[in-house]
C-alpha cells in the first residue's frame, strides 16, 4: 500500500506547495493544519500541511521527520485565513501559515560548523590568517553556529571564510534541529508536614523549617526562597530526604506584571453616556447575533472609546466567547493592559515583539489552552489562537503601524481583523476620532456601520487650538537678532535658530508655574536632520542610502536612520577642508537641549527610539511622567498615540511641517491624524487645557480642520481631491518595487515589468517605472512602478492584483531578475 501524500508550506519565498510522503507511524494522527518537520535539500524545516493529495510527483519524494505536538495544530479558520492573506497580499502561503505560529516554532535547522582536519596553515593568505587563527582556536573546543563564531571572533566575513574552508575540507557543517521555545520549569519546595511539634535535630534545617511555618504558604519557588534567606539547596534537600518538605519541578508561566495605576482604577466607576451606551448596545446585538459586522466607532479624543470597548468585551465574555484588542503602538500595551486587567483580571494577556521569546510562546500556548480570552497587542496580535474567537478590537484604526512594511507578508492587520471576524462571524470594532479616509468612506457607503460619540467624556471640553505662523516667528527673531549681529559675534547669530516659539515659550512657563503637565511632540529624532559646511555647503549622506546623514548630540556622532550605519562627526568638510559647521533643522535632542536652556528647573523626559531600545522602556517612561515625576513628555509620534493623563492641560506641536511636506498622496491626512491625535492629550479632565501648534504653512487646509475638530470637513475636502487624482478610496493601489544592488539591472527590470504590466492591464493605470523618492537604501537601488484600479472597473482590485502576480513569476524565471528583488505591496500606506 503507497504511503499517503501531503502538500506542506514551508517558511521560505516561494510561492509552490511540496510534496511529502507520510510515514506509518504518523498515518493515523496527520491531519490538514498538523505542523511537521521536513527535509529541504540539507536543511530541516518546519512547515504546516495545507492538504491531502493524489498527485505523484515524478521525482523520488521525500519522508516527513516528525509532526509537532497537536496542540500547536492550525484550525480551518487559521488556515482559511492564510490562504486569503497569501492570495491578497501576493505573499507565499507558507510566510502566510507562519504567521499563526508561535514565535521560535518555525525555526530552521542550524549549521553546526566543525574542524576536519589540522592542517590549515596554507589554506588562507597570509593576511587572513590572524582571523583564521582565530576561527580554528574556538572551534578546537567545540564545534558552534556561524552566529556564535561571529560573536565570539568579531569577525563579519564568517560566511565567507567558512565557505572557503569548507571547500579547502578543513571545516565540515552539519545540520541540526534548531532550539525551538518550551515549557519552563523551575524547582518548587513545601512542607509535607504542618505541626511545628515536628523534632528536627539538625539546627539549620530546623531553623528552614521554622520560616517556612512563618511564610505560611502552600509552596514556594526554590529559587525565591533561597534568594530571601540565607539557606542552601543542600540543606533543603536534606530536609526533602527526610520527607520533612518536598522538591519538586513546576510549569512556570513567563509573564511581565503590570501593577494597576490610578487611572486604571479610577475606570472602574466610569458610567457610560448615552452616545457610550449606544455604540455598546449596537456591539451586543451583533454579539449576541454571532453574526459578523464591522463598525466604525467615531468619537472625538476624550470621548470614552475604550470605556465602549471594555462593556463591550465584558458581554463577549459573558456569552463565553474570546476577544483580541489591537493597539498600533508597543507603548501603549502597558496603559492598555492595565485598564484591561483592572476589569477582567487574569484573563488578560498581551503579546509584542518586545517580550522574550519564551514570554511570547507562553502567552501563545496559554491563550490557545483558553487561560486567556482577552489578547491585547500590536499588529502580530491578530493572529493569536484564541478559542471561540468573538470580538475584535481595532483601536486607532488608521495607524499606519498596523501595516506590515518590512517584511512579507505585508499584511494590514485592521483588514486581516475583518477577514478573521467573517470566517468566524465575529464582530469586529473599529475606533478612531481621525478615521482612515478609506474606511470613514467604507461607512458612508453602508459597508461598515458607523456609531458616533460627539462629545468628550466626564463633560470635559475640547482644546482650544492656536496656530504659530513660523515663518513670521523666524522674521521677527532674525530682525532682533541683526541688530544684535556684531554684540553677539557672525557665528552665534547664525546659530540662534529656535524650534520654541515665544508664544509657545510663555505657554509652557505658565503651565510650569501651575504645575501641571505638558506633552510636546517632534517627529524627528536625533539633534539635527543634517549639518552643513559654512564654506561650501556640503552635507554629510551615508553612502548606502541616498539620505543625509543625522547628527546625534549624545554620542556625537552621525547615524543613518535607514540602514544604522553611524560615523564621527566631521571636524573639516571633507571637501574643502572648512572647520566650521551648522545644524540644520531639529530632532528630539535638540529640543531638548533648547527646552533645558529656557527651563533649567524643569524635569524633562525624552521619548523616541533612541530612548526606548531597552526593554520596558517605554513603560518606565509613561510611568514616570504619569506620577508626576517629569513636568515635560517630549517625544516624537509614540506621544501622540492614545496617552491619558489628567494632568496635561498643554500640548505643543513644534513642527507640524514634517509630514506635510512628503511628496505622499496621504501626507495632508497623515498630518491631520497626528496633530488630532496630539491635540487629543490636552484637557482631559476637569483641568482645561489647550494646544500649541507651530507651522510654516499656516493656511493649509488640513491644519484648518485641525483647529475646528473638524473631521467630517476634513474628509469632505481630502475626498473631493482623491476624486481628482484617482487615489483611494475611489481605486485599490499596488506599488511593484524592484531593488538591487546592480542599478543598471534594476532598471532594466523594472522597465520589462512595467512593459509587461501595461500589456496585461491595457484598461488600468500603470505609472512608472521610475526610481523611488527614496532612491537607494542600505546599498540596494529602488524603482517604483504603480497600478491604480480604478474601482468602478475592478472593485476589489482583483485584476490588478492578478496580473502583477502573473508578471512577477515570469520575470523571476529570468536570469538577470533574479538578481533583483521583486516586492510586491498591495494597499500600500506609503509610497516613498
Known sequence: MTSPLVNVALPLPLTQLFTYTVPNFLKDIIQQGSVVTVPFGKKILTGVVIEFT??????????????LPSSIQLSDEQLNTARWISEYYNAPIGEATKLFLPVGISNISESLISLATSNFSTVLPQQSKDELSRIITILSKEPLTIRQIQKATGIQ??????????????????????????????????????SSDLTIKHKRQKEIFETLLQLNVDEISVKEFLKSTSFSLSSLKSLASKGIVELYYKEVERKHHFEPDDQALRSLSLQLNASQQQAVD?????????????????????????QVYIESIRKALELGKSCIVLVPEISLTPQTVRRFQAHFGESVIWMHSKLSTGERYDAWRLTKEGKYRIVIGPRSAVFAPVKNLGLIVVDEEHEASYKQFDAIPRYHARDVAIVRGMVNNATVLLGSATPSIESYANSVEGKYTLLTLPERADNAQLPPIEIVDMVEERKRRYNQMKLRAKEIGKKAFENAAKSISLFLE???????????GIILLQNRRGFAPFIECDSCGHVEQCERCNVTLTYHATKKHLRCHYCGKVKPAPTTCPQCNGFEFSMRGFGTQRVEEELTTLFPSARILRMDLDTTSRKHSHEKILQQFGNGDADILLGTQMVA????????????????DTQMMLPDFRSAERTFQLLTQVAGRAGRSLLKG??????????????????DHDYVGFYTEELTFRKQIGYPPFSRIVVVELKGRNEKNVELIAQQFGASLSKHLPSTEVLGPSPAVLSKIKNEYRWHILVKADKAKDKNGTRARSAVARVAEEMQKESVSKKVKIIVDVDPVGIL
Open 54 to 67: 493524489q498527485a505523484r510527483p515524478s521525482v523520488t519524494l521525500k519522508s516527513i521527520i516528525d509532526i
Open 157 to 194: 566575513s564568517v560566511h565567507a571564510i567558512v565557505n572557503k574552508l569548507v571547500k579547502e575540507g578543513v571545516l565540515t557543517i552539519e545540520e541540526r534541529p534548531a532550539t525551538r521555545p518550551s515549557i519552563k520549569k523551575e524547582l518548587f519546595l513545601r512542607r509535607v508536614h504542618n
Open 282 to 306: 449596537s456591539v451586543v446585538r451583533s454579539l449576541t447575533l454571532s453574526s459578523h459586522n464591522t463598525f466604525l466607532l467615531h468619537g472625538v479624543t476624550g470621548s470614552g472609546k475604550t
Open 506 to 516: 510663555t505657554k509652557i512657563r505658565d503651565r510650569l508655574e501651575k504645575k501641571e
Open 641 to 656: 498615540k492614545g496617552l491619558d493623563f489628567p494632568r496635561v492641560t498643554l500640548v505643543g506641536v513644534i513642527s507640524a
Open 690 to 707: 489647550e494646544v500649541v501648534i507651530q507651522t510654516s504653512q499656516p493656511s493649509h487646509y488640513a491644519l484648518k480642520h485641525v483647529q
